[in-house]
């Protein structure tokens, strides 16, 4: 038996009325899906406990089958272990963005603009992130690793915990006075982002973006702090051999405390123009080749929620259906594999509001073996109008597993 989870970060929505009055997982064309649920179980699930705020990070953690109340010790953490940085008991993490602010003089009177700089690319953000780690030395023992696009982390060696520090995509367009940082380091925090704001403005690589009619740069923004986590491993907890496929370095932390394989794709961007087609590939490729479970992870969606940009999440959704869940499922079906498929978002990050909300999830749960019970579509009111609802994230991955 295989096992395989795909992951459309963000794909619940709420009804939009440029759609028709419709979600985009309802107006997306999504015949696999649609497919699939016909013969699966179809229900809500709370990817996000009571108390948690509606992160990636806790909701991804739910869907494998890890309960946050016990293993979460924050978001950055997980992302600095897959960029391999080695961490010590008391060193603290922060997601460190490279964002674009408003151009007033003074810092707190600037406004979010974008909480991910154009999607600034590797190349420029790793010169910016150089640049500022040269001037950030007086600030106690401080860090600053290159990722990935504008996601970046900044690591406090022998530092303290306990602050309020507000994701940058739930204040897009929104002034930043009232959302800096509070708690025992938060002067130092906010010393790092205003020196950041002030040396990375005339940096060559904004006034090339400047030029070129993109974004800059111009900031950084510290958020999600957490200290060394650990996990129990994926094999010796459920008996099976793991991968994870995912562009972003938080699902990719996870997938390695976790002890699974993370399993390489070309082109894989984190956004709507990511290697759908090359993620299929290679799930199939590694549960042909000896994994029992895949975990498929995919951003886009979330990515086009913050944006606010509808036809992009529609696109991804469509691309999802087509060329992962489609594939996927035909490439096992063809090796006459008998397999289970559980597909689901992580939490929603409707566009209303370009953030994350903590409402339940709409999920798909598919045997290739027997009919599980069946919807006429996967979406959110076919999901609710089962009547079937799991209350702990946790607990879907059992649900897979049959336990």
Not at 60 to 84: F, I, K, Q, W
Not at 213 to 240: D, H, I, M, Y
Not at 376 to 394: C, F, I, K, M
Request: glycine share 10%.
């Amino acid at each position: 038996m295989k096992y395989i989870v795909v992951l459309g970060d963000g794909m619940a929505d709420y009804k939009i009325d440029r759609l028709g009055g419709k979600t985009p997982l309802q107006y997306a064309e999504t015949p696999n899906l649609d497919a699939l649920a016909k013969r699966a179980e179809v229900g809500l699930c709370r990817t996000v406990p009571e108390g948690f705020a509606p992160g990636s990070d806790v909701a991804n953690l739910s869907v494998l089958g890890y309960d946050p109340h016990t293993c979460y010790t924050g978001r950055s953490p997980l992302e600095a272990v897959s960029m391999g940085i080695e961490l010590a008991p008391d060193d603290v993490t922060l997601r460190c963005n490279l964002v674009t602010l408003s151009d007033e003089a003074e810092f707190e009177d600037k406004c979010m603009v974008d909480y991910s700089a154009g999607e600034i690319s590797t190349e420029e953000a790793a010169e910016l992130t150089a640049f500022l780690n040269r001037h950030i030395s007086a600030y106690r023992p401080l860090s600053l690793h290159a990722g990935v696009s504008y996601r970046h982390c900044l690591v406090v060696h022998g530092g303290k915990t306990g602050h309020t520090l507000t994701p940058p995509h739930d204040i897009t367009g929104k002034p930043v006075r009232g959302h800096l940082p509070r708690g025992p380091m938060a002067e130092t925090f906010l010393a790092v982002m205003k020196l950041s704001a002030q040396i990375l403005k005339d940096h060559p690589v904004n006034r090339a973006r400047i030029a070129a009619g993109k974004r800059p740069a111009n900031s950084v923004w510290l958020w999600g702090e957490g200290t060394k986590p650990a996990l129990e491993n994926f094999t010796q907890k459920t008996g099976l051999r793991g991968g994870v496929i995912s562009a972003v370095d938080l699902v990719k932390g996870i997938g390695i405390l976790a002890g699974m394989q993370i399993l390489p794709v070309q082109g894989a961007t984190g956004n709507y123009d990511t290697n759908f087609a090359g993620k299929a590939q290679a799930a199939a490729d590694a549960l042909r080749g000896g994994l029992d479970f895949v975990y498929i992870h995919m951003e886009a969606p979330d990515e086009c929620g913050h944006q606010g940009d509808v036809e992009h999440k529609v696109y991804s959704i469509e691309q999802i259906d087509a060329k992962v869940v489609g594939p996927v499922a035909r490439a096992l079906e063809g090796a006459g594999e008998p397999f289970r498929m559980l597909v689901c978002p992580d939490h929603p990050t409707p566009i209303a509001v370009r953030t994350h909300v903590s409402d339940p999830v709409p999920y798909l749960l598919y045997d290739s073996r027997k009919d599980l019970g069946g919807a006429p579509a996967y979406d959110e009111d076919s999901a609710r109008n089962t009547g079937v609802y799991v209350g702990e994230g946790h607990a879907l991955l059992s649900r897979l597993l049959e336990r």
